[in-house]
């Protein structure tokens, strides 16, 4: 049986979406985020294309998808040609809901002694510590 090969159109929509996903690499975005950039200047690409689109990188490889939280959307981050970059753990604030995302490195420590004492190995890409990012917490500093 032959292997049909998977051919990606290069669309202008394909194109301008890639361009806005790698001035943002390393960076969350959502689906609505992507949806008002391009509304904001003046694209008539629908969501479902972007989804479309975005599915597509995933499966390709150049997008990692999470799901923090079942109720909330889904969130995307452009990797790119870095297969291997490092993992990360997602902070979400409770006050605005902003997602933020620290080198899992920088927590070694905290997952290698989770490991050790209990036997549990931690899943960073599910894994989502909650609190208060700077923005609000300064804004309750201020007492807004």
Known sequence: MAVKAVTHYRTKNREALL??????????????????HFRQTGSSMGVA????????LVSEGQMRKYVVESSSAACFEYIGARQGCARFI????????????????????MTRLLEERSGFRMDSAQTVLYGVCGDCRAD???GF
Do not use: N, P
């Open 90 to 109: 997602h902070c979400k604030c409770g006050k605005c809901g902003k997602i933020l995302h620290i080198d899992q490195s920088e927590i070694q420590d």
């Open 49 to 56: 294309t972007i989804y479309r689109q975005l599915e597509q």
């Open 19 to 36: 361009a806005y996903l790698r001035s943002r690499e390393g960076e969350h975005v959502t689906v609505s985020e992507i949806h008002d």
């Open 140 to 142: 309750q500093e201020k």
